[in-house]
């Protein structure tokens, strides 16, 4: 079974991303901070990790740096709000992110990235 991280501090995102997740068959591990984030890097052993870019303790930016060190092979999906910093989506894509989902998005169509990137 692959693992998917999930680290977003909103609670109805999370909530949905982990319930449709499970429901195609994925083990799902949740954090909801950076800090809680990169730990569950190092312990869960990733097949996938889907990470927000604004959440607290640490940026969505320290978090793809610290997954990159520690998996420099896991797929990372981004989530971001619309209007936030390009600059900051762009510096996602330049560590390696493999895509990037604007919120609100549509959980099938977030569901078909994932099986995209996992199966690859």
């Not at 936030?84 to 989506?89: G, K, Q």
């Not at 990037?100 to 169509?109: A, G």
């Not at 569901?111 to 996992?118: D, E, K, S, T």
Request: without cysteine.
């Amino acid at each position: 079974m692959k693992n998917i991280l999930i680290i977003e501090d909103d609670r109805l995102i999370s909530s949905l991303l982990n319930f449709r997740l499970k429901k195609d068959g994925y083990h799902v591990t949740m954090a909801e901070d950076g800090l809680t984030g990169m730990d569950a890097i190092d312990a869960s052993e990733p097949d996938l990790i889907i990470t927000d870019v604004m959440i607290p303790f640490k940026t969505g930016i320290e978090i793809i740096n610290h997954a990159r060190k520690v998996y420099p092979k896991v797929p990372i999906i981004v989530l971001s709000s619309l209007g936030e910093e390009e600059s900051t989506v762009m510096e996602a894509f330049n560590l390696g992110v493999s895509d990037f989902v604007p919120k609100p998005f549509n959980p099938n169509e977030l569901a078909v990235r994932v099986r995209r990137l996992i199966n690859n």
